[in-house]
């Protein structure tokens, strides 16, 4: 994760409720984070969205989520430190089971949503993040200047700084974080990647520049126009990948 990459969320479908179009986007991105059945996904969406990540060649991570499917995973809750990590080597060793029965290797750890929120402000749950990564050894996709990179830092987790290429950003440089996410145009997000990569600051939803990291881009297959909007940013930066 040393170079810029793309990475997704992918695989949120469930039964027969269908999410994103996992598979369209999947030439335009490096990096597939996949739900693994707390706030989304079930095994067959799970393994089947392995199968597509390995035949696009891309490379597979966990997507933990806190166990709020109604929400989505997107609602905060309380949790510890162990419990964090327990919550996070739970999900993360159910997929290993699937990339394993394809003969794949985890690349790395996501968490999702309020999850990523969550460690991003609170100690005990970046150290549970922590614990997890570091039981597995595996390094994590998390967000800049956070409670996140300062206990990976202490500790020498191995993490990626990722720019959300599709959500807006408040005035302390956090994403921010909405139930149901909203189109972007396409040339709207490329202009953001590229400021991102050129300035390292982003555009907040007051007109505020505030500071980024951008080591990875995230782009989600749920955001309306998500196909379009993938594929232009891919080409935008396919140099740099």
Not at 3 to 18: P, Q, R, T, V, W
Not at 65 to 90: I, N
Not at 201 to 211: E, I, K, R
Request: charged content about 25%; some cysteine.
């Amino acid at each position: 994760m040393k170079k810029l990459s793309i990475n997704c969320d992918m695989g949120e479908a469930f039964g027969i409720y269908h999410l994103g179009d996992d598979a369209a986007v999947m030439p335009y991105v490096t990096h597939a984070n996949i739900a693994c059945g707390f706030h989304a996904s079930d095994p067959n969406v799970m393994w089947r969205t392995v199968r597509s990540a390995k035949e696009h060649g891309i490379k597979v991570g966990s997507h933990p989520g806190l166990p709020d499917r109604e929400g989505f995973g997107r609602r905060e809750m309380k949790l510890s430190r162990q419990e964090t990590a327990a919550l996070v080597l739970y999900q993360t060793g159910a997929l290993r089971a699937f990339l394993d029965a394809e003969n794949m290797s985890m690349s790395h750890i996501k968490p999702h949503g309020a999850l990523m929120g969550m460690a991003m402000k609170y100690e005990a749950v970046a150290e549970g993040v922590a614990d997890a990564a570091e039981a597995l050894g595996l390094p994590v996709i998390g967000c800049t200047d956070s409670e996140m990179t300062r206990v990976f830092d202490k500790r020498g987790i191995e993490y990626a700084c990722e720019f959300y290429a599709d959500l807006d950003y408040d005035d302390e440089g956090r994403q921010i974080i909405t139930m149901i996410h909203e189109a972007v145009a396409p040339e709207d997000a490329v202009t953001r990647v590229l400021r991102a990569l050129r300035e390292k600051t982003a555009l907040s939803v007051n007109g505020n520049s505030v500071p980024i990291a951008i080591d990875s881009i995230c782009v989600h297959s749920d955001t309306p126009g998500a196909l379009p909007l993938a594929k232009a940013v891919y080409e935008a930066v396919a140099d740099q990948l």
